[in-house]
């Protein structure tokens, strides 16, 4: 596979730092004094023309590759800062509701989370609930022409903003049925709907992750995305994409890590000579560069597969396998590298060894990976 | 309302590095498009927004120019062309004025002509007023905003400590400070779009100038030499302790020779 | 255009002299005593040129400064400088007197004005010179700038065009003693000015202390760099200079984060400075910085690395964290003020 990055990759990539060395900074001070999203988040993102990079044009969006995507995501990983979480959410809510959503679906909701007047969020994880669909307790019971959802979802990101989210329910009127979940696109500002405080999380500063809890919330028909019953099909598709831009956030973030433990070793002088030079630490650089380029190309071929518009559920399970504990050590080692300037909030490394952390339990946990590539291993027909 | 916007590609001289015995390393410098160029584009994209019409860049390098174009186009410009000509090369700011000016009369249909106010290489500040005078265009420089009404084009000028608010007719020329806005950050669409365009070039039979005010040859300056500036450097008396003592001394020194 | 067989035509030294309200410019001083300087040398006059809506006043200062004669134009609507108003007279002026060199402030004014009349008179023009001088042999100007981003300097001339033009920074020449005695001619220009010619109307004009304090003219700089340019340092680094009564300064780095105006950076894209206290904070002393400061008579530098470039041009060096230094400093002036 070729992973040329071509004059229009290029011209992303350079956007793309840009943004973030223009814009991010500003954004970020909002985040760190406010513990939330600055409201107007997504109307930078639309007027800087960043949402539906992988929708067509004429839903709003932008008609490019999530290869080009993802090096955006690469990018604004090296700032460390959470706001890339609700842009690779739109963007690839979007994506999803392109995908499966009847052409009325599409008019009515992609649009808007292109144009920065919707946050997106996608649910599907409860209080007792991760990853399996049999477990789901969050209804939806047909009324008329409407159904009535009841139940919670938990870490739900973007939950409290307004806009639509896609919210996967156990379906009452597939009762019995082996497939029983149907996505459900809910405004979320419905009447009956009401969130919980945001969680204090490790990493992911700012980021508005609660719980959010429906009553009673009526919901039209017209807005289930997909057909009933595909509800975690639906899941199972935007979250493998999802764990493809997560990683390729989770690069940029161990980039920087490099860039960092690099520069460190050139200001930092030991016995007359910056410290880089000592073969404990250029081993310890070489290390980190060469994990990091084994999760770059990981993400830039699974990205490809997608693109390419084949299967690649599994390569996405096999990246986050692969990169979560390789950017995790990355992370570390930068924060070992600077020492106890590395433990300390002036510098930049611990909040990445911190942000890394999120890969491993967040769009689905690292263990229901391995799962799924050593089942799907196990179950091949090849050899 | 027709803007030609004129742009240099230049290397990014903020990154030059120097070796081991203090010589400038030339080579390997990344090109990029002028900064306040960048500002240039950006205030005729907002004219652009409140009157309509069309924005046009030029800029006059050699076949690398392309890629500043390029990034010109990705920004929401609607036009680029290119002045890239063996015979262009090596003038100074007047052949340089002159070809840009031969250009931009071969354009034609324009109203206003922007420019940044000087370049971060050569920072002559020649080529924009000198364009100006090519092309007989009343000269608004040092622009902190432009706005246009009624056929005419009004700026506040930072002129030195003086800040002056002044107005012409159309057609003119701005130059434009730095602080005049903040650049756009390239939106995705436009910058997708812009890969599926052809960048025209133009040489010197395109624009038909006079050919021998072109070039090195067309250039009344020419450049005898240079060389890295020498710098003495004396001997340091350096302060030793805590921030409080190291302040201490240090007022106590400014005192004693009447400098606080 | 200038022939080759014309250049003997072309005598003496110009000098634009530059006024603001009927106050003569420091730099158009400092450019009549190196025009002395270049003319003596050719064995030639100097010449000033002065444009206003009432300068001849102005005209003894110029004649005492340096000048032989004096070219005074005065007309109602040259009272605001307007560059094609400006253009149109040197150059008509200078195409009758035919000066060999034509020099000109880099002043914001001068760099406006300059191009357009280079370009008129078909000539080149070599901007914002450090240093300017004849060659013995050929007898032409060679002009010495800073270029490429004022990482080199470059000598420039112009062989073969009339008035060999310079722009020159403000502050790298010193104002020549003023000699009352002098003699000197005074000629009033006949000024015509049509309708047609004016196509630029000033509808204000006032005077900004925000941009670009007079910082070549003071007298103490506190001068501010990318390692003090965290918002509690830059806080000391006014409240310094504010307690001393000098400007802040500061690097290209800090004009591009927009902490300083462009109009107070210092450097070779800057300004050069000659003051007599130079603080730097947190400036590491590259040499795009350091040539502005050559003609700084003190220097005190502060930097956490005690091994920068800066502590080579300093008096007095600290190395150390820039934010408690500052602070402390800060302390101990106030401490000294108050006793």
């Known amino acids: 596979m070729d992973f040329t990055i071509s004059p229009v990759n290029k011209m992303i990539i350079k956007a793309a730092k840009d943004f973030s060395e223009r814009k991010i900074p500003a954004i970020e001070a909002y985040m760190k004094a406010n513990n939330d999203y600055p409201p107007d988040l997504m109307e930078i993102y639309a007027k800087n023309r960043m949402l539906g990079f992988n929708v067509p044009r004429e839903y709003g969006g932008i008609g490019t590759s999530n290869f080009n995507m993802i090096l955006y995501i690469e990018e604004m990983g090296k700032t460390a800062s959470t706001c890339f979480l609700p842009f690779m959410m739109n963007n690839s809510v979007a994506e999803t509701i392109c995908h499966w959503g009847s052409e009325e679906v599409k008019k009515k909701f992609v649009p808007p989370l292109c144009d920065g007047t919707a946050w997106a969020t996608m649910a599907f994880t409860e209080p007792d609930t991760g990853s399996d669909p049999k477990m789901l307790t969050t209804t939806a019971r047909p009324d008329g022409d409407d159904f009535i959802i009841n139940g919670t979802k938990r870490f739900i990101s973007m939950a409290n903003k307004p806009g639509y989210g896609v919210f996967i329910c156990k379906d009452l009127s597939l009762a019995g049925q082996k497939n029983n979940t149907t996505a459900f696109i809910i405004d979320k500002s419905s009447p009956g709907i009401s969130c919980s405080k945001h969680y204090e999380l490790t990493g992911l500063e700012g980021a508005d992750t609660c719980d959010i809890t429906f009553t009673d919330v009526r919901v039209p028909k017209g807005n289930i995305l997909g057909n009933q019953g595909e509800g975690f099909n639906i899941l199972l598709r935007w979250i493998a994409g999802e764990r493809i831009q997560q990683a390729a956030g989770m690069v940029g973030v161990g980039q920087r890590a490099f860039d960092e433990a690099k520069k460190y070793s050139l200001q930092r002088v030991v016995n007359g000579m910056p410290m880089g030079y000592m073969q404990g630490f250029y081993w310890m650089l070489g290390e980190m560069k060469v994990k990091l380029e084994a999760c770059r190309l990981m993400v830039y071929q699974a990205v490809c597969k997608q693109d390419a518009g084949k299967a690649f559920e599994v390569d996405s399970a096999e990246v986050k396998v692969f990169t979560t504990p390789m950017i995790q050590e990355v992370t570390r080692m930068a924060v070992q590298f600077l020492g106890s300037y590395g433990y300390s909030k002036e510098y930049i490394v611990e909040k990445l060894f911190r942000l890394a952390m999120h890969q491993g339990v967040v769009a689905s946990s690292l263990e229901i990976n391995k799962t799924i590539v050593g089942m799907t291993a196990l179950m091949s027909r090849s050899k | 309302m027709n803007i030609i916007v004129c742009i240099k590609q230049v290397p990014n001289v903020t990154q030059v590095k120097w070796d081991a015995d203090g010589s400038l390393i030339r080579t390997g410098l990344p090109t990029i498009i002028n900064p306040v160029d960048k500002n240039a584009i950006e205030a005729a994209l907002q004219l652009k927004e409140q009157h309509g019409g069309k924005v046009t860049v030029l800029s006059m390098g050699p076949s690398q120019v392309e890629s500043a174009l390029r990034e010109a186009l990705c920004m929401g410009v609607d036009d680029v062309i290119q002045l890239t000509d063996r015979k262009f090369a090596g003038a100074d700011t007047w052949a340089t004025s002159y070809t840009i000016g031969c250009a931009i009369q071969k354009i034609g249909d324009y109203d206003l002509v922007i420019t940044g106010v000087e370049a971060m290489d050569g920072n002559t500040a020649q080529v924009g007023p000198q364009v100006a005078e090519y092309l007989g265009l009343p000269l608004l420089s040092y622009a902190l905003s432009i706005a246009v009404a009624d056929g005419k084009v009004t700026i506040d000028q930072k002129l030195g400590d003086v800040a002056r608010v002044i107005e012409a007719k159309l057609p003119a020329l701005v130059t434009v400070e730095k602080e005049i806005n903040e650049y756009r950050v390239t939106p995705i669409d436009k910058l997708i779009d812009a890969f599926e365009r052809t960048i025209p070039v133009w040489g010197v039979d395109d624009i038909s100038p006079d050919v021998v005010h072109l070039g090195l040859k067309g250039s009344p300056t020419k450049l005898r030499k240079v060389y890295s500036p020498k710098l003495e450097k004396g001997k340091v008396e350096m302060l030793e302790g805590t921030p409080d003592e190291v302040a201490r001394q240090l007022v106590d020194k400014l005192n004693a020779k009447f400098l606080i | ?339």
């Open chain 3, 1 to 339: 255009m200038a022939d080759k067989a014309d250049l003997t035509k072309y005598k003496g030294v110009w000098v634009f002299a530059e006024q603001q309200d009927g106050k003569l410019a420091k730099i158009s001083l400092e450019l009549l005593g190196k025009a002395r300087d270049l003319a003596d040398k050719l064995g030639e006059k100097v010449t000033s040129v002065i444009l206003g809506a009432s300068v001849k006043p102005l005209a003894d200062d110029l004649i005492a400064y340096g000048a032989d004669r004096v070219l005074v134009a005065e007309h109602p609507e040259l009272a605001e400088y307007r560059t094609e108003l400006y253009t149109k007279i040197i150059c008509e002026e200078a195409q009758k007197d035919k000066p060999e060199i034509l020099i000109i402030g880099a002043s914001p004014i001068g760099r406006d004005l300059t191009p357009r009349v280079s370009f008129r008179l078909h000539t080149g023009c070599t901007a914002d010179c450090t240093e300017l001088d004849i060659d013995p042999e050929e007898k032409i100007l060679v002009s010495t700038r800073p270029a490429f981003g004022g990482n080199v300097m470059a000598t420039i001339i112009c062989p073969e065009h009339r008035p060999q033009m310079s722009t020159v920074r403000p502050g790298v020449f010193a104002v020549p003693a003023k000699d009352p005695a002098r003699k000197g001619e005074v000629v009033t220009v006949d000024v015509n000015i049509e309708s047609s010619d004016i196509n630029v109307t000033v509808l204000s004009s006032s005077k900004s202390k925000k941009h670009g304090a007079n910082i070549q003219d003071a007298v103490k700089i506190v001068s501010v760099g990318l390692g003090a340019s965290d918002s509690t340092s830059f806080a000391a680094i006014q409240e310094i200079a504010r307690l001393i009564d000098g400007e802040v300064g500061g690097t290209r780095p800090c004009v591009e984060k927009v902490l300083i105006e462009h109009g107070v950076q210092i450097g070779q894209t800057g300004k050069n400075v000659r003051p007599e206290l130079y603080m730097a904070c947190g400036i590491s002393g590259a040499v795009q910085h350091t040539t502005g400061i050559a003609n700084a008579k003190y220097v005190v530098a502060i930097n956490k690395d005690p091994n920068a470039e800066i502590f080579k041009f300093a008096n007095v060096g600290i190395a150390g964290d820039a934010k408690q230094i500052l602070t402390a400093i800060v302390k101990a002036i106030k401490a000294v003020k108050q006793e």
